[in-house]
Structures are given as structure tokens and as C-alpha cells.
């Protein structure tokens, strides 16, 4: 497997415009995590899916931002209008977990979207 | 609610010394316990996990205890190399779907 895959690696856009960032988790897996880091903030959960249902949307910052997962091999994070404090990495990550799962693993991440909004 | 710290970086050792990074966590329930590594310009990577009290989790070097009585979980290698140079996220899982809770990360640098 090609791993958790994301696009674009990187992002430069102008304040104010949309930004759409997409990942495509590991095929097989169930739960898909979005995730921010920033210098002064460290590493933030912005929102999970499971069995693409968004389960907790409480870290996501604003109303600017969304997120869906209309099928099991792709979820988008959407920020509209981008504003220069968004600038940051924007990780996914998937993994295969649940409760009643007799398998379970680790979350395994994409390589990011360096986002740089001027 | 849960939590994790860990020391604040950056680390600067040399070649072949030894390494602890301390790692405390707060957390209802019994949670289980990772350390990630980011390598520069990529994302982020398990480098090992326990998932009860008392288990050691290793991988290339690294050891890590689960200690419940003092909450830690700290990351140590007896001989790191210039390759180690990354940084390094203490985190711990609770529930059931594997949402990751981070400390702030720990940059390590490691000179010849």
C-alpha cells in the first residue's frame, strides 16, 4: 500500500480565497483524522471520522473550516475564506479501530500540506 | 481531561550519547502510549507503544516503560546517532477510536 496519501504537498494562496485539502487514507481502513501543526501550538486533532461519520468536530478552529469524507478512500479539510493564521502543516492520518474490531492499528500518517496563506 | 507533557527541546547531544526524553501524562482510564518521530520536511512516524502497565516498547534502539505509578512513559537510547536527529511526540490513545492526544513535541539534534 502507497500509504495515507495527501495533496497538494504544498499550498500558497492569497487571504481570503478557498483553500481544499485532500487525503486519501490507507484502503481498509476506518477512521480518518485531521490534524494541524503549528510552531506555537504543537500538533492539534481538528476532527475524526469513523466509518466516514465525523464523530468529534470540537477541534476544528471555526466556522471557516469543514471537513467530509464521502467514501472510505477520500476526505477533504476546506477553509473558506483562508486567512494567515491558518498558514501551517495539515496532517491526515487513518487507522483501523473501533470498538468490537479484533484487529486493531496504529494511526498512520500522510507526509502534510504545508499551507501558506499571504 | 487527558494530557500529555514532555521536556522541552531542543536536545543537543553528540554522537553516541545517551538519551532520555521524559514524557508524563494525565488521563482517566488506561490508556495506551506512543512515541512518534518526524524527520525533517515528512510526517509523522510510530516509533514504538505499550498498552498496560509495565509494558516496554523498543524499536531501533529506543525503549520506552509504561509506568502507571508515576504516569510517565519516557523514551530513551543508549548510543543515538546523527540519523536520530528528528522530533519526537510523546502521545497516548484512550477510547476506542484511536484518537491520539500529543505532547508538544521534543526536537532532538545530534552532532558528529
Known amino acids: 500500500d502507497a500509504g495515507v496519501i495527501q495533496s497538494p504537498r504544498h499550498e500558497v494562496t492569497e487571504m481570503g480565497q478557498e483553500v481544499t485539502l485532500r487525503c486519501k487514507p490507507i484502503s481498509g481502513h476506518n477512521s480518518l483524522f485531521w490534524y494541524r501543526q503549528t510552531m506555537m501550538r504543537g500538533l492539534e486533532l481538528l476532527i475524526y471520522?469513523?466509518?466516514?461519520?465525523?464523530?468529534?468536530d470540537s477541534g476544528m478552529p471555526e466556522d471557516r473550516f469543514s471537513a467530509k469524507m464521502p467514501n472510505a478512500s477520500f476526505s477533504t479539510l476546506k477553509i473558506q475564506p483562508s486567512e494567515p493564521r491558518d498558514s501551517a502543516v495539515y496532517f491526515c492520518?487513518?487507522?483501523?479501530?473501533?470498538?468490537?474490531?479484533?484487529?486493531?492499528?496504529?494511526?498512520?500518517f500522510g507526509q502534510g500540506t504545508r499551507l501558506t496563506v499571504v | 481531561g487527558n494530557s500529555v507533557t514532555q521536556m522541552e527541546g531542543p536536545v543537543t547531544l553528540s554522537e553516541e550519547a545517551f538519551l532520555t526524553i521524559n514524557c508524563t501524562y494525565t488521563a482517566t482510564g488506561y490508556p495506551s502510549l506512543f512515541w512518534y518521530v518526524q524527520y525533517p520536511g515528512e510526517g509523522l512516524q510510530l516509533l514504538l507503544k505499550a498498552t498496560k502497565a509495565d509494558d516496554k516498547g523498543s524499536n531501533k534502539g529506543f525503549e520506552a516503560t509504561y509506568r502507571k505509578e508515576t504516569t510517565s512513559f519516557h523514551l530513551e537510547k543508549g548510543s543515538v546517532q546523527v540519523s536520530d536527529s528528528a522530533v519526537y511526540f510523546c502521545?497516548?490513545?484512550?477510547?476506542?477510536?484511536?484518537?491520539?492526544?500529543f505532547g508538544a513535541g521534543t526536537r532532538l539534534a545530534v552532532h558528529p
Open positions: 471520522f469513523n466509518n466516514n461519520v465525523p464523530i468529534d
Open positions: 492520518a487513518s487507522s483501523l479501530n473501533g470498538r468490537g474490531l479484533s484487529v486493531n492499528t496504529e494511526a498512520f
Open positions: 502521545a497516548l490513545k484512550t477510547g476506542g477510536y484511536n484518537k491520539l492526544i
